[in-house]
């Protein structure tokens, strides 16, 4: 799916009212079928970005057009159409407790299924072989009849990516996807990502904190610096020298690896509310 | 107080202590208005009078007449209840989902629009309206309708806790993550889909263990609206007490803690098969 922003602002999900924009004056294309990185500081208006992206929050100033449609000039079911044809995998993996992880990976499928499939789903998963081809990608096969609950940090974000694989989305906006993995684990799976968007066409951006896995895996890098686009270019021609623009004053995140938290999540208690 | 530095001394307690006596000044009518006069309770003519009364408890009635009576009585009132809250499920279910702004679509990108809004308002006043109508009043206008039996409770009850049962179910489903659901109608998925794969997988302990308290509360209430003429339990227990039969009340009243501690290990074994 093609995307084309012109002069694009947009404010944080919990911005005060006076706070400044967290995304100001971006233009660029991404064309279809391609694979994008987004990199730089925390703060930099990564997630915000990717929130316009999906059409889950309008932009402040500025055209947005996914897909050659301009998506908040669309009635209200059009455009939960649209998003049906992308899928924003967000940082923290949403998955309630208790879920099986086939279950979690089949959520994926819901735009395309009516109701009756998706609660015949809930009896009976409706499409083992799809969950269980994307969670192998990921190294999870052996998860397929899990709770999410019992999976650790890490597994529980590549539960979340391999929702992406069996989407019928044509989009693909992933926020972070190695937070919560070791450095091996999270190059294997960058890569499977990028491999996978290119196999079925589906366009990729992919926000990342592992510079170095960026410039590994995506052509075409993003370099973001308070809500500005500071360099736009192939990843071949991204220099130490612009990364350390990019990164001045927040050196350690470019250099230190982010801690890798794999171990499992104790489940929440279920908070009780007397009536 | 006496060798403590005034910058030692907590700047609250003034507050704290005026605000009891407050509470304090304000009780005094309610008590007052309500004629609380607990020493009556230790009143030589009355404490005779109550002490006679608890001393013709003893012993139970157990003729196996009566016993049998009781079991009838107790289906009754336990058929009544369940018939009640089910079709007060039937009833707040749908005005749960309607009501309950964590499946609103147009409040995913900022405020919600004007017709849900409204919509969602209309929802919330009916569920108000047949949860200020006690359930009592609502058997009385039913038993001129269907006559005296149980079908005036089964329906004063249903009307009453369908009230009840849907503003919290909405309260519970909007108290959690909402992160869950959100992601699932950023992606497409439809209202009622995104509440099978997302809130309830979140919230069902909740929902089941308040479902199964109100249950309880409902055969308290089928008790009291047995008084009234619905049958059941509490028809009995109004012809004991104006026979003056302690030995049958005490049998009945034992009755209704077994039907209690029933409902509490009931509602326990299905958080834990939830949990």
């Known amino acids: ?275 | 107080m006496n060798g403590v530095r005034p910058a030692q001394r907590d700047p609250a307690w003034t507050g704290r202590v005026g605000l009891l006596l407050t509470a304090a000044v304000l009780l005094w009518p309610l008590l007052v208005a309500t004629e609380f006069k607990p020493w009556l309770l230790l009143d030589a003519d009355a404490a005779r009078v109550t002490g006679h009364f608890l001393a013709s408890f003893l012993p139970p009635a157990m003729s196996p007449e009566f016993l049998w009576l009781v079991a009838a009585g107790t289906w009754r009132t336990v058929a009544m209840a369940t018939a009640g809250i089910t079709l007060g499920l039937l009833l707040a279910v749908p005005l749960t989902l309607v009501a309950t702004r964590a499946l609103s679509v147009s409040a995913l990108s900022g405020r919600m629009a004007a017709l849900p809004l409204v919509v969602r308002q209309a929802a919330r006043g009916l569920l108000i309206v047949l949860r200020s109508v006690p359930e009592l009043v609502w058997a009385l206008v039913f038993v001129r309708v269907v006559g005296l039996g149980p079908a005036a409770g089964v329906l004063a009850i249903a009307l009453t806790y369908g009230g009840m049962l849907g503003k919290v179910y909405a309260e519970i489903l909007e108290s959690g993550d909402a992160q869950v659901t959100q992601t699932l109608l950023r992606n497409g998925a439809s209202r009622l889909q995104a509440f099978t794969y997302g809130l309830l997988p979140q919230n069902a302990a909740e929902l089941t263990s308040y479902t199964v308290y109100r249950w309880e509360c409902a055969i308290r209430s089928s008790v009291v609206l047995g008084f009234v003429g619905a049958g059941g339990l509490g028809q009995l227990m109004d012809g004991s007490m104006k026979m003056f039969a302690g030995g049958e009340v005490l049998t009945l009243l034992l009755v209704f803690v077994a039907l209690v501690a029933l409902a509490d290990r009931l509602s326990a074994a299905l958080r834990r098969a939830l949990g």
């Open chain 1, 1 to 275: 799916m093609k995307l084309v922003l012109q002069g694009v602002a947009a404010r944080h999900a919990t911005a005060q009212r006076r706070a400044a924009d967290a995304l100001q004056g971006l233009s660029f294309s991404i064309g279809e079928g391609e694979a994008v990185a987004v990199i730089g500081p925390s703060g930099a208006g990564k997630t915000t970005l990717l929130e316009v992206l999906a059409c889950a929050r309008p932009p402040a100033l500025g055209t947005l057009a996914v897909g050659g449609q301009p998506p908040w000039q669309l009635p209200r079911h059009a455009l939960q159409q649209l998003r049906g044809r992308l899928i924003l995998v967000p940082q923290v993996p949403p998955l309630p407790p208790r879920q099986r992880v086939v279950t979690a990976v089949l959520a994926g499928r819901l735009p395309s299924w009516s109701l009756w499939t998706s609660l015949r789903s809930l009896f009976y998963p409706v499409d083992i072989p799809a969950a269980d081809e994307a969670l192998e990608v990921f190294e999870l096969a052996d998860k397929l009849f899990e709770r999410v609950d019992r999976l650790s940090g890490g597994e529980r974000q590549r539960v979340g990516l391999a929702r992406a694989l069996v989407s019928p989305a044509r989009l693909w906006l992933v926020d972070e996807p190695l937070s919560a993995l070791d450095p091996a684990r999270a190059q294997r799976a960058v890569a499977a990502l990028v491999r996978e968007a290119r196999a079925r066409g589906v366009t990729l951006v992919a926000s990342l904190h592992q510079v170095d896995a960026a410039l590994a895996h995506f052509p075409r890098v993003l370099g973001l610096r308070e809500g500005r686009l500071l360099f736009d270019l192939p990843a071949a021609q991204v220099t130490p020298d612009l990364l350390a623009r990019l990164y001045a004053q927040h050196e350690d995140e470019l250099h230190g690896a982010p801690p890798a938290d794999d171990t499992p999540v104790p489940a929440a208690p279920v908070a009780m509310q007397c009536r």
